[in-house]
C-alpha cells in the first residue's frame, strides 16, 4: 500500500525537480540582467543627486557628475540588451564589468574597502557564470567539433566562478552582526573553495542566503517598506546571487574540483 503512495509521488518529484533545473539556464540571466538594470532605473530616478554625488567626489562642476551617470547607464542598458538577446554575451558581460568596476572606485571611500571588494567579486561571479552556461550550450550545439580551446576556457571560467562565488561566504565571516555562524562559514567556504559536493553545496547555500536575508538588520527592507525603489535595491543583489548559486549547481565545479577529481 505505501509504495503505491510512495511511487507516483517520487516519479512527480523527480519530474518537477527535472522541469525546475530546464529553467535554470532560461531564467537565471533574467535574474542577473534584472539587477543591473535595477541599478539603471534607480540612476535615472535620482540622476540630480548621484550627480552632485559624483561632482563633490572629483571635485568638478554637476555636469560632469550628470555626463558620468548617463555614460553609467548607456553601458549598462547596452550590456544588458547584449545579454538578453544572446548576440553578444562577451561583449556585454565585459561592459557590465567595466561598469561595476567604475562604480566600485566611484562611489567607494577607499580603493582598500575589502567589503566592497567582496560583493564585487559576487557580482563578478555570476556574470562569469552566466558566460560559462552559454559557453557550455555553444559547445553541446557543436559536439561534433570538439574544440578543447573552448573546453580550456570553460573550465577557466568555471573555476574562477566558484572561487568568487565563494566571497559570499567571505561576507558572512566578516560581517559585524553574526547571522551565520562563523566555523560554519569557514567550513562551507572551504567546501565551495575545494570543490566538495560542489551542486549540492550550491543548492544548499541558496537556501542560507534566503534565511541569511530574513534575519539580516536590513532584511526588513525588502518586502517591508513601502518605497518599491528601497526594495528592488535589496531584492535585485539577493536574486544575482541565488542566481550565480543555481547556476554553478546546474554547471557544476568543474575540472578543478575535488568532485572531478573522485
Not at 7 to 15: E, G, N, T
Not at 90 to 107: D, H, I, K, P, Y
Amino acid at each position: 500500500m505505501y509504495r503505491k503512495i510512495i511511487k507516483p509521488v517520487a516519479s512527480r518529484a523527480k519530474f518537477g525537480g527535472n522541469k525546475a533545473k530546464s529553467w535554470i539556464p532560461r531564467v537565471m540571466p533574467l535574474l542577473i540582467v534584472f539587477g543591473y538594470l535595477e541599478e539603471a532605473v534607480h540612476a535615472m530616478l535620482h540622476l540630480r543627486m548621484l550627480a552632485n554625488q559624483m561632482g563633490v567626489i572629483i571635485n568638478s562642476w554637476e555636469i560632469i557628475g550628470v555626463i558620468y551617470v548617463l555614460l553609467d547607464i548607456g553601458i549598462i542598458l547596452t550590456g544588458t540588451v547584449l545579454i538578453a538577446n544572446g548576440w553578444n554575451d562577451n561583449r556585454g558581460v565585459v561592459m557590465l564589468l567595466l561598469q561595476r568596476t567604475m562604480r566600485s572606485f566611484a562611489f567607494s571611500s577607499s580603493i582598500w574597502d575589502y567589503e566592497l571588494l567582496l560583493h564585487h567579486c559576487v557580482d563578478v561571479a555570476s556574470l562569469l557564470l552566466l558566460l560559462a552556461m552559454r559557453l557550455s550550450q555553444r559547445e553541446a550545439v557543436e559536439w561534433h567539433n570538439n574544440n578543447s580551446r573552448q573546453q580550456r576556457s570553460l573550465q577557466r571560467l568555471l573555476l574562477l566562478g566558484r572561487i568568487c562565488m565563494c566571497c559570499v561566504f567571505l561576507l558572512w565571516i566578516v560581517e559585524k552582526h553574526q547571522i551565520i555562524n562563523k566555523p560554519f562559514a569557514v567550513t562551507w567556504f572551504i567546501f565551495m573553495l575545494l570543490g566538495i559536493r560542489c551542486k549540492l553545496m550550491a543548492y544548499l547555500s541558496v537556501l542560507i542566503l534566503l534565511w541569511h536575508c530574513c534575519f539580516q538588520a536590513n532584511g526588513s527592507l525588502i518586502f517591508g517598506w513601502n518605497d518599491l525603489t528601497i526594495s528592488m535595491q535589496f531584492l535585485s543583489p539577493l536574486l544575482s546571487r541565488i542566481a550565480g548559486f543555481l547556476l554553478l549547481a546546474h554547471l557544476g565545479g568543474g575540472k578543478w574540483s575535488v568532485d572531478a577529481m573522485m
